[in-house]
């Protein structure tokens, strides 16, 4: 059940930030899904899927990727798009220091370039190293760079915090971040 889920979970994330046309779907300018249009598409794709199994998905997501409206006819991922929407975040003021997780392979274009959100929309960021870590694991050999990002918000750089308490923000100049041991 655990791979049937995982499964699931990974092609809703395809269709809900990357393409949603994946399931044969359209997603509003805020992200939004409809739900009954979601399990559709998914089934005419060949996947077996109800709304409980949805609504498991949902729930039990230890990332918390996506979030119902509240009579649950709506669903969206809360971040992560590489489609252009709003999913209405609103700025706020960052902790000092944040974290992001990387792969050593990835370190020297880091370092001349930023950190840039490549295929996303935003940078993500975390509050813990923890975090950070298994970020950097999905990708090879993790390192963590820690991020000034009070510096970076008195200095005129938004950012947003998701629903699922990912820190987001458009690009990290290398002098906003270094690498630290774990």
Sequence with gaps: MKNRKDSMSKFISLVLRHHPD???IQLDEHG???VEKLLAGIKKTGRKINMEFLDEIVRTDEKQRYSFNED??????????????????????????LYHGTAVGFYQSIQKQG????SR??????????TAVNVGKRHGKPIILKVHSGVMY???IS????????????????????????
């Design 154 to 156: 008195e200095g005129g």
């Design 22 to 24: 994946a399931a044969y």
């Design 72 to 97: 649950k006819t709506l669903i969206r991922a809360n971040q992560g798009h590489s489609i252009s929407v709003d999913v209405g975040l609103k700025e706020q003021e960052p902790p000092e220091v």
């Design 159 to 182: 950012f947003y915090l998701s629903e699922n308490g990912v820190w987001l923000t458009k690009k990290v100049e290398p002098k906003y971040f270094e690498q630290i041991k774990i």
């Design 32 to 34: 939004w899904a409809d």
């Design 115 to 118: 950190i840039r959100p490549m």
């Design 121 to 130: 929309l935003y940078v993500h960021l975390s509050k813990d190293i923890e």
